[in-house]
């Protein structure tokens, strides 16, 4: 038993050391720009809700290994106006926002394993918290994004990154009335997405 805990040890300790000599930290601060994306509210004066594009900032903080997958977190966040809109009718401003997305993101690159040029896909998974102003409690919404890009590092420790993303944040759940073809009609739950897209640029720090 003892030779066998000190056997464990010893190859917990040797994958410990290979994992950190093959891992290294990526941060990233970047700015761009966010499409404004709207939903609806069936049954209230106001029918239509939209934010107007704005500009989205933010940071990253993700682990990059030796293969072509890397794990991220990231806060984005836009600053907008939230607008009103009747049916039939003109957009009324309410109140400023901050829209806020918290994301874990799952990189795939698509190039030569740490080549200095790298497209990449990406999948990102969270939460997006609408923060109206002033006064005003906040609500949060699951959220996930769909993107890709590309990564250029100009020197081992010092890049830039591109990247355009499809973000989809799930607003409400409502009744819907569907009828078939032969009259018969059933109340079906119908899941309401507002989508926006998100077009950035950033600097690539790696250590």
Same mark, same amino acid.
Request: contains cysteine; neutral net charge; proline residues 2%.
């Given at each position: ?19 950190? !000599? ?136 010092? !890049? ?36 926006? !897209? ?10």
């Amino acid at each position: 038993m003892k030779r066998a805990k000190i056997l464990f040890v010893v190859i917990l300790i040797a994958f410990v050391s290979k994992t950190a !000599g093959a891992t290294q930290f990526e941060f990233m601060s970047f700015a761009g720009l966010r499409t404004g994306g709207h939903f609806s509210v069936t049954g209230e004066d106001f029918v239509k809700f939209s934010f107007d594009d704005g500009l989205a900032y933010g940071l990253t903080f993700g682990i990059v290994t030796r293969g072509n997958l890397q794990v991220e977190f990231m806060w984005s966040r836009e600053d907008s106006l939230l607008r009103a809109s009747l049916l039939g009718g003109s957009g009324l401003e309410l109140f400023d926002v901050h829209v806020d997305q918290y994301h874990v993101n799952f990189i795939i690159f698509l190039g030569q394993d740490m080549s200095r040029v790298q497209p990449y896909l990406l999948l990102g998974l969270g939460a997006t918290y609408f923060d109206p102003k002033p006064n005003i409690s906040g609500e949060t919404r699951f959220s996930w994004s769909l993107g890709g890009g590309v990564k250029m590092m100009f020197h081992d420790m010092v !890049g830039l990154r591109l990247q355009a993303k499809w973000i989809s944040t799930y607003i409400n759940t409502s009744d819907y009335l569907f009828c078939d073809y032969w009259g018969y009609c059933y109340v079906l739950p119908l899941n309401q997405y507002m989508n926006q !897209g998100e077009f950035i640029a950033g600097l690539v720090f790696r250590f």
